[in-house]
T-cell receptor
């Protein structure tokens, strides 16, 4: 079945530095790749997404890149700020015909040190 | 404020007891989902509903049941709770099964003792 691997599990950076989180997926038919940010005590919130017909998407300080051939996608956060500290989840959309679902990675705890 | 409301926010439950986690959305989304979140395992799909009146099984459905009597409500029931069901449960919704953006609730932290 579909599987999404996410690395690293924890990431600590200095304020102002960049952070990169990487994910790989197993099903080449996956066509949608969102990233969610989860703050302590809250539900995941969509921050950026990319579809399989696009190689890169950017929104201010965050960007996502997709390599369909290698089946991996990455989240890039530039000029990190303390409020970027959270758990980040990648996901891949799996379409099984009668059903479809998001398969999530195991999460990355990002700590931005002031 | 439009969104998803989950109740209760937390619960301690004795093993063997029955429990229903409530989920209500006011966005008129057709598709709804239940995930559990466990440390090191990420979010795993328990059950889903593409539209009112239909439900389906996700990755980890055993021990759980759902119903979808109307568009807004999607309760999750544990018929006889076991300690392995200790987790944080999140309800989510999307406009429909083809619309990819999910909105999540704030979660229910359940401890089964």
């Amino acid at each position: 079945g579909e599987n999404v691997e996410q690395h690293p599990s924890t990431l600590s950076v200095q304020e102002g530095d960049s952070a990169v989180i990487k994910c790989t997926y197993s099903d080449s038919a996956s066509n949608y790749f969102p990233w969610y940010k989860q703050e302590l005590g809250k539900g995941p919130q969509l921050i950026i997404d990319i579809r399989s017909n696009v190689g890169e998407k950017k929104d201010q300080r965050i960007a996502v890149t997709l390599n369909k051939t290698a089946k991996h996608f990455s989240l890039h956060i530039t000029e990190t700020q303390p409020e970027d500290s959270a758990v980040y989840f990648c996901a891949a959309r799996w379409d099984g015909g009668a059903t479809n679902k998001l398969i999530f990675g195991t999460g990355t705890l990002l700590a931005v040190q002031p | 404020i439009a969104g998803i409301t989950q109740a209760p926010t937390s619960q301690i439950l004795a093993a063997g007891r029955r429990m229903t986690l409530r989920c209500t959305q006011d966005m008129r989304h057709n598709a709804m989902y239940w995930y559990r979140q466990d440390l090191g395992l990420g979010l795993r799909l328990i059950h889903y509903s593409n539209t009112a009146g239909t439900t389906g099984k996700g990755e980890v459905p055993d021990g759980y049941s759902v119903s979808r009597a109307n568009t807004d409500d999607f309760p999750l029931t544990l018929a006889s709770a076991v300690p392995s069901q200790t987790s944080v449960y999140f309800c989510a919704s999307s406009v429909d099964r083809q619309n990819y953006g999910y909105t999540f609730g704030s979660g229910t932290r359940l401890t089964v003792v």
